[in-house]
Each structure stands twice: as structure tokens, then as C-alpha cells.
């Protein structure tokens, strides 16, 4: 599996980005990571193949959406009312197996991941 992540940029505060993830092959479970300088890597969401399971991590809940385009083998992460704090290095994140929900977001469980792109909120 391989992944391809664009999309970041710079914005203002409350000001909207959408985030692609390409990937090749089949995988089960696609998660989308955040690292800001100095911090430990954090998920943000995940999205199951079916396109049916989706889970979010509670500082972007309500403000970001993930979606699949399986024609198109992309998993977009739309980000609407951004904040300073959403500043980070974001990956996207394969996995040929699903897992329960309630792991999703621990990046240990993640096999394949792609380069990262880079949000800048600017207060």
C-alpha cells in the first residue's frame, strides 16, 4: 500500500482546508495523524473502507469530516472552522485489516503511512 497526502496549507484561524489521501492497493482502515513540533503524534480520524465507520478524536469533532471516494481511491479529511492549535504536520495512515473502533487512533496499529503535508493556522 502506498499514500499520497496533500492538501495542507496555510489559513486563518476559522478558515477551511480539505486534506487528499491516494492509496494504492486495498487497505481495510484509513486514518489521518497530526504531529505539531515538540508533541507526540496524534489521530484524528478514521475512516473504514466501507466508508461506514468513522471516528473522530474530540478536539476536531463537529469541525472536521472524513469522507472516501472509493472510485478514486482518496480519503479527503475536510477541516472547517480551524484553530492555531490544528497546526501540524498531517499524515494519512493504512491498514490492511480493520480494527475495533475504539483503537482506530493509536498509531501502533498503522502499517503503511504516507508522507505528511503541512497546516499553518495563523490566529
Known amino acids: 500500500v502506498q499514500l499520497q497526502a496533500s492538501g495542507g496549507g496555510l489559513v486563518q484561524a476559522g478558515g477551511s482546508l480539505r486534506l487528499s489521501c491516494v492509496a494504492s492497493g486495498s487497505p481495510s482502515l484509513i486514518g489521518w495523524f497530526r504531529q505539531a513540533p515538540g508533541k507526540e503524534r496524534e489521530g484524528v480520524s478514521c475512516?473504514?473502507?466501507?466508508?461506514?465507520?468513522?471516528v473522530y478524536t474530540d478536539s476536531v469533532r463537529g469541525r472536521f469530516t472524513i469522507s472516501k471516494n472509493n472510485a478514486k481511491n482518496t480519503v479527503y479529511l475536510q477541516m472547517n472552522n480551524l484553530k492555531p492549535e490544528d497546526t501540524a504536520v498531517y499524515f494519512c495512515?493504512?491498514?490492511?485489516?480493520?480494527?475495533?473502533?475504539?483503537?482506530?487512533?493509536?498509531?501502533?496499529?498503522?502499517?503503511?503511512w504516507g508522507q505528511g503535508t503541512q497546516v499553518t493556522v495563523s490566529s
Open positions: 475512516i473504514s473502507t466501507s466508508g461506514v465507520s468513522t
Open positions: 495512515a493504512a491498514r490492511a485489516v480493520r480494527v475495533p473502533n475504539s483503537v482506530c487512533l493509536d498509531s501502533i496499529h498503522y502499517d503503511y
